[in-house]
Every structure is written in C-alpha cells, then in structure tokens.
Nanobody, 127 residues
Framework: QVQLVESGGGLVQPGDSVRLSCVAS????????IGWFRRAPGKGREGVAT????????WYADSVKGRFTISRDNAENTIYLQMNNLKPEDTAVYSC????????????????????WGQGTQVTVSS
C-alpha cells in the first residue's frame, strides 16, 4: 500500500528557506513519479514541482522556478522540496503525491494524474 507522509512545514518570514520532506513507503520510489502540490486558501490545488519516475527529470511551476528544488533519495525513500526565498504568496498546504502511470510523464504538474496523496503540511510565509 502506497503511503506518503510529509513534514517540515511551519511559519517562516519572507526570504527564508524551508525544506519539506515526503517519506514514502509501500512502493519503490524509483518507479513512481512524485509531485509536490499546494493549495492556498480559497484556491485550487496547484502543481509545484515533479520528479519523473526512472530518469529523474524535473518539472517546475513558473512561479517557483529558480527558488524551489525537488530531489529524491532512493536509499531513504524520501522526496524533498527545498524552498528558498519564500514569498507570502507561497503560503499554502503542501502535499506530495505519487503515481506510476505514464500520464504523469505527460502532465507532470496536473494533480488529476496522481492517485496517492499524503496528508499535507502547512507552510505560512508572513512577516
């Protein structure tokens, strides 16, 4: 059974950095596409960053390019999202998601392509 558990969120100031972790269990991380998504208050779920199964190619939303980095540690079965230079508009609940279907490679930032989700972790950026 696929399970995902996020951690690392909290209250930070603009310009700060935070690293989120997503610990995966029940599947081989290398064979699944993993994505980070976020939902801000009053808004729909948005794809933030994705790492593709196998070759590890990464995709980012335009709003986070150059500031966020997704990475995968197969030995620890953990996916990270390093977030730098955080802005108030980054405030959201961040969730990781996993799926091994081919459609995730075609639409890597589309949450509808991912079937397994963690519970999410809150990130609040405020001065």
């Amino acid at each position: 059974q696929v399970q995902l558990v996020e951690s690392g969120g909290g209250l930070v100031q603009p310009g700060d950095s935070v690293r989120l972790s997503c610990v995966a269990s029940g599947f081989d991380l290398n064979w699944y596409t993993i994505g980070w998504f976020r939902r801000a208050p009053g808004k729909g779920r948005e794809g933030v960053a994705t790492i593709i199964r196998g070759d590890g190619h990464t995709w980012y939303a335009d709003s986070v390019k150059g500031r966020f980095t997704i990475s995968r540690d197969n030995a620890e079965n953990t996916i990270y999202l390093q977030m730098n230079n955080l802005k108030p508009e980054d405030t959201a609940v961040y969730s990781c998601a996993a799926d091994n279907r081919a459609m995730t490679t075609m639409y890597p930032l589309d949450p509808a392509q991912f079937g397994s989700w963690g519970q999410g972790t809150q990130v609040t950026v405020s001065s």
